[in-house]
C-alpha cells in the first residue's frame, strides 16, 4: 500500500534560518509521482512541485529547492532564508501514475512550519 | 482567471441532516476531486468526477455522493451526517495530470 510519511509534525525557526522539511514515501509502484504543497492559514493547499520517479534531479526554485532520492525513498524540501510569509503546513503526496485521469493523491500528515521574526 | 471557488464557505449542521457542497473548477479543467481534511490531518480522497461519471473512490461510505454537471461544476452530497463528518471539505481540479488545483475548502461543523 501507498504511505506517505512526515515524521516533523512542528518545526520552529527564526526568520533567515534555513529549514528542511523531511518527506518518506512507500509505494510498489514503478512510475509515481510525488508532490508539495502549502496549506496557509486560510486553508487553500498550494501547489509547489510536481516530480516524476524517473526524474531525480534536484530542483531549485528561489528560496526553494528539493531533493528526491529514490534509493531512500525521500523527497525533502529546503527553504533558504526562510520568512515570516513561509510559515504554513506543509504536505507531501504522492500518486499513482496509471493511465487516464488517475490523480488520487496520498497526503502525509503535514508539518506545521512556524517562523519567527 | 478565477480558480477553484467552493460554496459554502462555512456550514453547521446537526447530526442526521443532510448537506451538499458546491466547486466550480478552475477554467479549462475537467476532472474534480474531492478531499475531506480532519483537523491536524492531511487531506483523504471521497471520489473523483471526469466527464459526469465517478472514475474513483475513495474509502468512505455511500452515505457520501457526489455529482458533476456539463459545465464541469461538481456537488459533495453527505447524508445522516455524523458527529465525524466535521472536517475541511477541498475540492480540486486538474486538466493536467497530477498537477491540482484547490478550493478554500468548505469549513463543515456537525453538531
Known amino acids: 500500500a501507498q504511505k506517505v510519511t512526515q515524521a516533523q509534525t512542528e518545526i520552529s525557526v527564526v526568520e533567515k534560518e534555513d529549514v528542511t522539511l523531511d518527506c518518506v514515501y512507500e509505494t510498489r509502484d514503478t512510475t509515481y509521482y510525488l508532490f508539495w504543497y502549502k496549506q496557509p492559514p486560510s486553508g487553500e493547499l498550494v501547489f509547489l512541485i510536481r516530480r516524476n520517479s524517473f526524474d531525480e534531479q534536484n530542483e531549485i526554485s528561489g528560496r526553494y529547492s528539493w531533493n528526491f532520492q529514490k534509493s531512500t525513498s525521500s523527497f525533502n524540501f529546503t527553504i533558504t532564508a526562510s520568512q515570516v510569509v513561509d510559515s504554513a503546513v506543509y504536505f507531501c503526496a504522492l500518486s499513482e501514475a496509471g493511465a487516464g485521469n488517475n490523480r488520487k493523491l496520498i497526503w502525509g500528515l503535514g508539518t506545521s512550519l512556524a517562523v519567527n521574526p | 482567471d478565477a480558480g477553484v471557488t467552493q460554496s459554502p464557505t462555512h456550514l453547521i449542521k446537526t447530526r442526521g441532516q443532510q448537506v451538499t457542497l458546491r466547486c466550480s473548477p478552475k477554467s479549462g479543467h475537467d476532472t474534480v476531486s474531492w478531499y475531506q481534511q480532519a483537523l491536524g490531518q492531511g487531506p483523504q480522497f471521497i471520489f473523483q468526477y471526469y466527464e459526469e461519471e465517478e472514475r474513483q473512490r475513495g474509502n468512505f461510505p455511500d452515505r457520501f455522493s457526489g455529482h458533476q454537471f456539463p459545465n464541469y461544476s461538481s456537488e459533495l452530497n453527505v447524508n445522516a451526517l455524523l458527529l465525524g463528518d466535521s472536517a475541511l471539505y477541498l475540492c480540486?481540479?486538474?486538466?493536467?495530470?497530477?498537477?491540482?488545483?484547490f478550493g478554500s475548502g468548505t469549513q463543515l461543523s456537525v453538531l
Open positions: 480540486a481540479s486538474s486538466s493536467d495530470r497530477g498537477k491540482l488545483f
